[in-house]
């Protein structure tokens, strides 16, 4: 995967949401809106709606300044339950380290028992 992404999302806040970005895409192209108009709309940059638009992620205010200025509950910008990954999964190369090397010890610990558990 392109690493370009794992950077970009390192820089979001802790708050940040994940949203169906294909929603602000159709209700901005319904509108005839260009990023520009709808950015100066939320009263945001014109980046932050790229990021939303490219990306998929928000921050709460975000989501409220989106859904304002659509006339949209916030609550259908969100993944749907059934879309939503059951998983964790990690968004930066330290995260996906940590998980690897958490499953290893886990493997680690379990070829270890069922060695032993088999010797006795």
């Not at 370009?4 to 979001?12: C, H, N």
């Amino acid at each position: 995967m392109d690493d370009r992404i794992f950077q970009s999302v390192d820089y979001f806040e802790s708050d940040t949401l994940e949203i169906n970005r294909d929603i602000i895409k159709d209700h901005r192209a319904t509108r005839s809106w260009s990023q520009q108009h709808l950015a100066d709309a939320c009263d945001i940059s014109l980046r932050t709606i790229q990021r939303v638009e490219n990306l998929g992620v928000a921050s709460s205010e975000t989501v409220m300044a989106l859904a304002a200025a659509l006339d949209i509950e916030q609550a259908s910008l969100l993944p749907k339950a059934q879309d939503a990954i059951p998983f964790f999964i990690p968004k930066s190369p330290k995260g996906i380290f940590i998980l690897v090397l958490g499953a290893l010890m886990v493997g680690a610990m379990l070829g270890a028992y069922l060695a032993n558990w088999l010797t006795a």
